[in-house]
């Protein structure tokens, strides 16, 4: 009788091996990456991060394997994400699938963020496995905060030599780049480098359509605009977080400035045009906040074509509204990227405590739909430059193009770096 295939295995020897053994008896031809990313979910564009760079790289690197190193995957966006990339390895932190990662991936990926994110996870990549690491579309600010006694210039110092260490530093902003040359990082490829979310398709069209149905929200007749204080106010949703009284102060100083504009615009979009106008969030502190500044306060006789949208949603069915729009305006920065990702219009309205990640839209050919909130020459054209988004949907839709397909160059660029790096 022949022998089975456990039967062989034990008689070589070769069952008592662990995994990890047998895998390292066999041929190492698969590439595998670590990518760190997922910073958290009650933000659209923070989800968003992970599904833009997970597909630049299943469009450019497709045999790469892949392994998620997340800081928050809650609120269903782990399935979210495997249900597009079923593939996908999530090693979360303390796992053994980390360990199994740490071992054998050949490149630490760090995501798009504000900062250098996980710098600590980073370093301990570094100084753990002494494989190489790269950095994709991140912002660098100015200041960094630390929990440590060290000062901020002891923390920026070992940042910008965290950040020497890369293979590779892509930057999302150009005033980012200038400020890392400017502190003397000095990786070896340092360049503008698209935030990942502008590659994100999640969609979820069934919730979408829905919400659209109900609300006669008709494709290519409805404009989207999205509100922000000048801080997130993340006490209000978050049981860790304190209360910030100083924020707090900044926020209700500066609220009915920065959305006065927003709501002007929407009075003359919908005196001027026959299209209607979604109120919507792209973190779950605003709804509150587009309901208070935007929604109550407009004339009464216009209501009937505003919708308000009264509930977080997930980055799929955003993305499936957007895709369905003429344009996006408002004050956020991640829902203005995902909809240049699809090549629908977006302006973007920035402030200092921002820091500089609005002014991509320059790098990216869109400086005409780029506005300074702490400039009041730049506040009086927000209106007037919305309404001809909406009076020129072809032109529009032109203009978005344009960067868009300027962003898919770059993205294309970025992973043939990235693909020399691992060595293919």
């Not at 780049?177 to 490829?189: F, H, I, M, N, Y």
């Not at 502008?198 to 929200?217: E, G, P, S, T, V």
């Not at 009264?310 to 829902?335: C, D, I, K």
């Amino acid at each position: 009788m022949p022998l089975n295939r456990r039967q062989c295995l034990a008689q070589t020897g070769i069952a008592a091996l662990s995994a990890s053994q047998l895998l390292a008896n066999l041929p190492q031809n698969t590439r595998r990456i670590l990518l760190r990313s997922s910073w958290q979910t009650v933000n659209i564009g923070d989800i968003a991060h992970t599904p833009g760079i997970l597909r630049i790289l299943e469009t450019y690197l497709p045999d790469v394997e892949i392994y998620l190193y997340p800081s928050n995957l809650d609120n269903g966006v782990d399935s979210l994400l495997l249900s597009r990339f079923p593939k996908l390895k999530i090693a979360k932190k303390g796992s053994k699938l980390l360990d199994e990662a740490f071992e054998t991936c050949d490149f630490l990926l760090h995501g798009s963020g504000a900062s250098l994110v996980a710098e600590r996870q980073v370093v301990q990549w570094r100084e753990q496995t002494g494989k190489p690491y790269g950095i994709y579309g991140i912002t660098l600010p100015e200041k960094r905060s630390s929990s440590t006694t060290a000062t901020p210039e002891d923390v920026m110092a070992k940042t910008v030599q965290v950040l020497s260490g890369a293979k590779f530093v892509f930057f999302r902003d150009s005033k980012s780049l200038e400020l890392a040359k400017k502190l003397g990082v000095d990786s070896p490829v340092m360049e503008f480098g698209p935030d990942a979310a502008f590659a994100c398709d999640l969609r979820d069209d069934a919730k979408a359509d829905a919400f659209l149905k109900q609300h006669q929200l008709e494709t290519g007749k409805f404009l989207c605009c999205i509100p922000r204080l000048r801080y997130t106010p993340y006490w209000t949703i978050k049981e860790n977080a304190a209360f910030d009284p100083e924020k707090n102060r900044r926020n209700e100083q500066m609220k009915e400035h920065d959305h006065a504009p927003l709501r002007q615009a929407i009075i003359d979009v919908v005196k001027h045009t026959d299209l209607k106008v979604l109120v919507c969030p792209e973190d779950r502190t605003q709804m509150k906040v587009g309901k208070e500044m935007i929604y109550d306060k407009l004339p009464s006789n216009l209501l009937e074509r505003v919708v308000w949208k009264p509930n977080y949603w997930l980055t799929g069915e955003a993305v499936s509204t957007f895709v369905r729009s003429a344009g996006l305006f408002g004050n956020e920065m991640h829902s203005p990227i995902m909809c240049i990702g699809h090549g629908i219009p977006a302006i973007v309205c920035r402030f200092a405590e921002q820091t500089t990640k609005g002014f991509m839209w320059d790098d990216i050919g869109l400086g005409e739909w780029l506005f300074d909130l702490d400039d009041e020459s730049s506040v009086q054209r927000i209106a007037p430059t919305v309404l001809a988004m909406a009076t020129d949907p072809q032109g529009a839709k032109a203009k978005a193009e344009q960067a868009r397909r300027f962003v898919v160059q770059r993205q294309r660029e970025t992973m043939d770096q990235l693909k020399s790096d691992l060595g293919d």
